[in-house]
């Protein structure tokens, strides 16, 4: 059975890092929760195995360089003093970015997400000139949903295009709504025989970038896999994520997954799938 918990204190000293999601559990898309805000400081000050403060590396798949995603979460009310670090899909996309040098790319997305590309030096081409599509969301989510997105990407497939997904999450919240994000597409290309590298939550790649700036940051301290909690609200992503990965996890109870009521029959079917099981699940992180 997986444990009900009503406060994340009774874990704070089993751990000494926090992978911490951020879009459904540090905020919901308008507005920050200040019960995880409270508990990412508390962690800092008394948590890790010696009770003299832990580590908090945010952990998101958000389409956008570490810094951009900083600048977001200071808008939101989501304040620096509650993690160590940030680390982004729109970070490892850097990666997939470099391996495809000299191509041309086509970004579909909003401007929003421009930062990843810029860092990248890259100026963007139309889409009957590009190589590759780097994929970081709907040009409109709030209107837009992947039927809009066939004829083109169908024809891309056509074209044998490759993509870079920059964020694999299907959809989030946005206050009370539900919005689709860069996976959606990214599953419909598949759907249509397109070649898919995803960058984010739940793919390896960004646990281990996330390792390594975990040492980049603590670079005299040694911390093994059993030290790490991952601390998420995605059942496609963040779960997976984390037992791919071999950390233990966390489930937040999100209006991504679960509706108004939230008990133990609810919990314990949203898992029966899964052959690894979170240590614990909240109904609100804090």
Not at 17 to 38: K, L, P, T, Y
Not at 51 to 61: A, E, M
Not at 231 to 242: N, Q, S
Not at 255 to 272: I, M, N
């Given at each position: 059975?997986?444990?009900?918990?009503?406060?994340?204190?009774?874990?704070?000293?089993?751990?000494?890092?926090?992978?911490?999601?951020?879009?459904?559990?540090?905020?919901?898309?308008?507005?920050?929760?200040?019960?995880?805000?409270?508990?990412?400081?508390?962690?800092?000050?008394?948590?890790?195995?010696?009770?003299?403060?832990?580590?908090?590396?945010?952990?998101?798949?958000?389409?956008?360089?570490?810094?951009?995603?900083?600048?977001?979460?200071?808008?939101?009310?989501?304040?620096?003093?509650?993690?160590?670090?940030?680390?982004?899909?729109?970070?490892?996309?850097?990666?997939?970015?470099?391996?495809?040098?000299?191509?041309?790319?086509?970004?579909?997305?909003?401007?929003?997400?421009?930062?990843?590309?810029?860092?990248?030096?890259?100026?963007?081409?139309?889409?009957?000139?590009?190589?590759?599509?780097?994929?970081t969301g709907?040009?409109?989510?709030?209107?837009?949903?992947?039927?809009?997105?066939?004829?083109?990407?169908?024809?891309?497939?056509?074209?044998?295009?490759?993509?870079?997904?920059?964020?694999?999450?299907?959809?989030?919240?946005?206050?009370?709504?539900?919005?689709?994000?860069?996976?959606?597409?990214?599953?419909?290309?598949?759907?249509?025989?397109?070649?898919?590298?995803?960058?984010?939550?739940?793919?390896?790649?960004?646990?281990?970038?996330?390792?390594?700036?975990?040492?980049?940051?603590?670079?005299?301290?040694?911390?093994?896999?059993?030290?790490?909690?991952?601390?998420g609200d995605?059942?496609?992503?963040?779960?997976?994520?984390?037992?791919?990965?071999?950390?233990?996890?966390?489930?937040?109870?999100?209006?991504?997954?679960?509706?108004?009521?939230?008990?133990?029959?609810?919990?314990?079917?949203?898992f029966v799938?899964?052959?690894?099981?979170?240590?614990?699940?909240?109904?609100?992180?804090?």
């Amino acid at each position: 059975m997986i444990p009900l918990l009503k406060s994340v204190s009774s874990l704070s000293q089993s751990y000494d890092v926090w992978f911490c999601d951020i879009w459904g559990v540090m905020h919901n898309g308008e507005r920050a929760f200040q019960s995880s805000i409270e508990a990412c400081q508390r962690f800092r000050e008394t948590g890790g195995k010696d009770g003299t403060g832990g580590c908090v590396i945010l952990l998101t798949n958000a389409p956008r360089p570490d810094f951009s995603v900083a600048e977001q979460l200071e808008g939101f009310g989501v304040p620096a003093n509650c993690y160590d670090g940030i680390v982004s899909s729109g970070d490892v996309s850097q990666h997939f970015i470099r391996t495809f040098e000299g191509k041309q790319f086509y970004h579909l997305g909003p401007k929003r997400d421009l930062p990843v590309i810029e860092q990248a030096g890259l100026e963007p081409v139309p889409f009957e000139q590009a190589d590759v599509i780097l994929l970081t969301g709907l040009f409109n989510d709030d209107t837009e949903g992947p039927e809009d997105y066939r004829e083109m990407l169908t024809e891309a497939q056509r074209r044998s295009l490759p993509m870079i997904c920059a964020n694999p999450d299907l959809q989030v919240e946005r206050g009370a709504r539900l919005v689709y994000c860069a996976g959606i597409l990214g599953k419909l290309y598949e759907e249509l025989g397109g070649v898919v590298l995803y960058a984010g939550k739940p793919y390896l790649p960004i646990y281990d970038l996330a390792q390594k700036r975990l040492k980049e940051l603590f670079p005299n301290q040694v911390y093994d896999k059993s030290s790490i909690l991952c601390i998420g609200d995605g059942m496609k992503t963040d779960m997976p994520g984390a037992f791919n990965a071999e950390f233990d996890a966390l489930f937040v109870a999100s209006g991504l997954h679960v509706g108004a009521v939230f008990d133990q029959a609810l919990l314990e079917g949203l898992f029966v799938d899964f052959t690894a099981k979170p240590i614990g699940a909240m109904r609100q992180f804090g």
